[in-house]
């Protein structure tokens, strides 16, 4: 029990971390049906984010599973050119990070 | 059906209507001659007919008014077959040429009046069946009607209706009254599913069922009743975790915070990895180091890096000791690990009650750490485990350091697969302890010979402070340990009372002994008396001397050259050497943190070109070391071999 709370504590100081990090614009938690639990940008940028992302995420995964079975995706960046869009998968859930990496 | 085509022109003066309507307007009066005169002509022609005599020209009033040039003037009209509406600029695109043509020939017919017809040709499908039905009807009419029967008989093809004696009768029967009988049942539940069946979700099936046929085959092993607990409180922590969104996520926020870091420290990472200094070619012998990331943490602004392993296991991973050198401001300590992924935040955080001194990381259990403390005691920490807390401490058991623990260095597992670390103090012992179960066990080895000048009575109260320590790469028995009075003790671990050679090193303290890790013979010390001396350890004096400005604080063989080392003092310089090049000067000299910072420690990683150094503010910084420092001779130990006996040669004579 102890251990999950301090996970808890910990992964939200990770992620005070990040956000503090040069060029972050934002970062969104999003759960496994893609809806978005917690997010430092507005409502509307966070849900065509998290509805984007989403999909690119599943079909990213699904090609790399269906390649080979037993891999599986670790994490996808998107870079474009004003900002890069980092998203990591979780069995459950999934981050999306925006960084300008320029700045 | 096609009209005959007649192109005839035909000449017409616009002017004749035959309308009984006179005008007086000369002009038209003139016309009017003209008319009656085309009448004349034409009434001979039409070979008098007498009743058309009587009629008079009229004009009517809105008939155009033309000269009677305009009404000489000849207008062709032409009778064509064409079909007025029909379309003119048809276009069809065409694939074979690839664009649009127009279509020359329209169907020109226009169809005025359409009539079907009702009439059916006998030889024809469907005049024949016709006739079959006819045939039919005539026959069952025949059976019904009494009074006819005869006739039909005799006369089967004519069906005739006898007009006279004609009876007809029909009856109606009684209709029931027609019921619906309907039966309605509740719907089978019904329910939508849709699944994809893809490789992996096969395999993850598979997985799965694997899990499943394993679990239960150990509650058959098991005992019933202590799984069926576990389960349930397995259930219950399954939803809370659900609840408990965040905590979940602590890989991936890692993953991410890695991603985010290698973003912002991209050019460094680059360097890291691919750039190699081109201007080596042309500066001769020197190189230079290339600073790379630079790690610090906040809370250990106060502290200075007192020790510096790098991790075998995982080469990226480096373990930072923090506390104090100096006798007067002695406060907490931490223990750091950092790795090269992440150089804003460390990877793991210990506090400890007091400065750490020293560190060691277990070469093949790269998750233990062994860690000095200034106050004595030696630790244990598990990395594997979450806790802050080491899982072995000296703190309470007998036989501890009562003064700082200066090195600790792992050993090889004993004859009961224990795990045990050996360590000096400042109070000149060297102790070792033996992790058995849940806790250490100490045993000492040997204690360091008190020098000469301390009168005899008190030889047993100051003790020799022993301040650096290492243990030979192959022949793990034997042992230096350097003091505090610049002498070098060579021990073995089954000596435990004398020592088998005294080397006078320094004349002050010695603060790094290191055999080299490929010649068996050949070790290295330095001191703060600015001293570099590299010794064989089958001879008294050292092979080679260097001095270096100021005290030198440690030194480093290179894990990739059997002549190449590096140096740290205290004015912030590190110096490196390759004895292979250049026998007495350093091939690079170089500053690398800001005025006023000493550094204490240095370490090369066992892969990478890089090296890290540790100053007193606490902040790690990583160097890449350039190419002409990074020469690999072709045999390790021969190179130095040679260069050994050429200077004992030298030095000799």
């Known amino acids: 029990m102890l251990d999950i709370e301090c996970a808890g504590a910990e992964v939200e100081e990770t992620i005070k971390r990040i956000q503090s990090q040069k060029g972050v614009q934002g970062i969104i938690i999003v759960n496994a049906e893609g809806i978005p639990i917690k997010s430092t940008l507005d409502n509307s940028s966070t849900v065509q984010y998290a509805g984007n992302v989403h999909q690119l995420l599943m079909k990213a995964r699904g090609m790399v599973r269906d390649i080979d079975p037993q891999n599986d995706l670790t994490f996808l960046r998107v870079r474009s050119k004003k900002n890069e869009i980092m998203i990591a998968p979780d069995k459950d859930y999934f981050l999306i990070v925006i960084q300008n990496p320029t700045e | 059906m096609s009209v005959s085509h007649k192109v005839g022109t035909m000449k017409s ?59 000489n003037e000849e207008i062709t009209r032409v009778l064509k077959a064409s079909n007025p509406n029909a379309p003119q600029n048809v276009v069809r695109y065409s694939f074979k040429e690839g664009c649009y ?35 039919e009807v005539d026959d069952g009419g025949g059976v019904e009607r009494p009074d006819n029967v005869a006739i039909k008989a005799a006369k089967r093809e004519q069906k005739l209706t006898n007009q006279f004696n004609f009876n007809e009768r029909a009856s109606q029967t009684l209709n029931n009254t027609p019921r619906d009988i309907s039966c309605q049942t509740e719907p089978p539940p ?34 019933f009743l202590n799984k069926e607990e576990d389960k349930s409180k397995k259930k219950m922590i ?39 200094d081109a201007s080596d070619e042309f500066r001769g012998e020197k190189g230079t180091l290339l600073p790379l990331w630079t790690f610090q943490y906040d809370k250990a602004k106060s502290l200075s890096v007192t020790a510096l392993c790098w991790n075998h296991k995982y080469n990226d991973l480096f373990a930072v000791g923090l506390g104090s050198h100096e006798f007067t401001q002695q406060g907490g300590g931490m223990l750091l690990f950092y790795t090269l992924k992440n150089p804003s935040y460390p990877e793991f955080i210990f506090n400890t009650a007091s400065g750490v001194m ?32 080491p899982i072995y401490n000296s703190r309470a058991s007998s036989g501890k350091h009562t003064s700082a623990v200066m090195q600790v260095k792992w050993q090889k597992d004993d004859l009961d697969s224990n795990h045990n670390f050996i360590s000096v103090s400042a109070d000149g012992r060297l102790v070792s302890w033996t992790l058995v179960k849940h806790e250490l066990v100490f045993t000492e080895i040997i204690k360091l010979p008190v020098i000469d000048t301390i009168p005899d009575d008190l030889k047993d109260v100051i003790p020799t402070v022993g301040t650096s320590l290492d243990f030979h790469k192959q022949k793990d028995y034997s042992f230096l340990v350097g003091t505090e009075h610049g002498k070098i003790h060579k021990g073995s671990k089954y000596y435990s009372s004398k020592f088998l050679e005294k080397y006078d090193a320094h004349f002050m303290n010695v603060t790094r002994v290191k055999w080299n890790p490929f010649h068996p013979d050949v070790f290295i010390s330095c001191g703060w008396d600015w001293m570099v001396k590299i010794w064989d350890q089958t001879m008294k004096s050292p ?32 110096h490196v050497f390759d004895l292979n090049i250049n026998k007495y000067e350093a091939l690079c000299q170089q500053k690398v943190v800001s005025k006023k910072t000493k550094l204490f420690n240095i370490e090369f990683n066992p892969v990478h070109p890089i090296i890290i150094v540790g100053d007193d503010r606490g902040h790690v910084t990583s160097l890449k070391l350039s190419p002409n420092l990074r020469k690999k001779p072709k045999v390790e130990s021969e190179v130095l071999n040679v260069h050994f006996q050429m200077s004992l040669h030298i030095s000799l004579v």
């Open chain 2, 101 to 135: 043509k127009p279509i020359v020939f329209v169907d020109q017919m226009a169809i005025h009046f359409e009539l079907e017809g009702n009439l059916v040709h006998k030889e024809s499908d469907e005049g024949r069946r016709l006739m079959a039905k006819q045939a």
């Open chain 2, 543 to 574: 092979v080679f001397t260097f001095e270096l400005k100021t005290s030198v604080t440690d030194v480093a063989w290179a894990p990739y050259s059997s002549t190449v080392f590096a140096a740290v003092t205290t004015d912030g310089k590190v």
């Open chain 2, 190 to 223: 019904r329910a939508n599913f849709s699944a994809t069946a893809n490789q992996w979700e096969i395999y993850d099936f598979y997985v799965e069922e694997l899990q499943r046929r394993e679990k239960s085959k150990e509650k058959h092993e098991g005992q």
């Open chain 2, 358 to 389: 020293c560190l060691d990381i277990h070469e093949h259990l790269s998750y233990l750490v062994a860690v000095g403390l200034y106050d004595g005691c030696v630790a244990v920490y598990n990395l594997k485990k979450k806790t802050d807390q």
């Open chain 2, 13 to 71: 003066k616009q002017a004749p209507n035959v309308n009984s309507h006179q005008k007086a307007a000369v002009a038209k009066g003139v016309k009017a001659i003209g008319k009656k005169k085309d009448e004349e002509e034409g009434l001979d022609t039409a070979e008098g007919e007498e009743w058309m005599q009587g009629k008079t020209l009229v004009k009517p009033p809105d008939q155009l008014d033309l000269t009677e040039a305009e009404l």
């Open chain 2, 238 to 276: 399954q939803a809370e975790t659900q609840n408990d969104d965040i905590s979940q996520l602590a890989k991936v926020v890692k993953i991410i915070e890695r991603m985010v870091n290698q973003n912002i420290f991209d050019d460094v990472a680059q360097d890291f990895m691919y750039f190699e």
